[in-house]
């Protein structure tokens, strides 16, 4: 079975400064990864995904993922983090052999100060 | 284009009541789910469902129960609330599966008494 771990339970940036949050997850195949956002009282929302190939991706709102292999990590960075970011962050993974279930880690907290 | 609806926003129960959440998508898509999200505890898969009359157990599934009679429409019923299911609930959707990006609903948060 697949699952995620966020190590990070909260993190407080100052706004400009850059963000990285970290995912690891535990599969035996190649994973299917996403990150999502929660702003308070909304549903979650789609950032990024990888499936194959380039093990850097883009997603929206100037977020990128780097996939490593050797490290079963997928951690999202941001260069410069604006006051709009500051949200509830989920990793997640899915798997061919699975593929009903998807796992979620348990979240990362964002917040950015002035 | 609604995308994912779920009613109603709030509900508060008393033990033992029952009721249904309800979950519409206007998308023709395939997979549907239920989650539970509670503090520090991410999103808990309940139930989920692959097409039309197909359902399946979650991580979570006792205490609620699930049909799927349309592409649509994935209502999630409790059937004897509990203190215990005090919780936001999302409904998800994707064409055809977990290896697909998710599309949530708002969510419904319930408190039960």
């Known amino acids: 079975a697949q699952s995620v771990t966020q190590p990070d339970i909260h993190i407080t940036v100052s706004e400009g400064a850059s963000l990285e949050l970290r995912c690891n997850y535990s599969y035996g195949a190649t994973p299917y990864l996403f990150w999502y956002v929660q702003s308070p009282g909304q549903g979650l929302q789609l950032l990024l995904k990888y499936f194959s190939g380039d093990t850097l991706v883009q997603g929206i709102k100037g977020f990128e993922a780097e996939f490593k292999r050797s490290q079963s990590s997928f951690n999202l960075r941001k260069p410069s983090v604006h006051w709009s970011d500051a949200a509830e962050y989920f990793c997640a993974v899915g798997a061919r052999a699975n593929a009903g279930k998807s796992t979620f880690g348990d979240g990362t907290t964002l917040t950015v100060k002035p | ?113």
């Open chain 2, 1 to 113: 284009n609604a995308g994912v609806t779920q009613t109603p926003k709030f509900q508060v129960l008393k033990t033992g009541q029952s009721m249904t959440l309800q979950c519409a998508q206007d998308m023709n898509h395939e997979y549907m789910s239920w989650y539970r999200q509670d503090p520090g505890m991410g999103l808990r898969l309940i139930h989920y469902s692959v097409g039309a009359g197909i359902t399946d157990q979650g991580e979570v599934p006792n205490g609620y129960n699930v049909s799927r009679s349309t592409t649509e429409d994935f209502p999630l019923r409790l059937l004897s609330a509990a203190p215990s299911q005090t919780s936001v609930y999302f409904c998800a959707s994707s064409y055809s599966g977990t290896l697909e990006p998710l599309h949530f609903g708002n969510g419904t948060r319930l408190t039960v008494t």
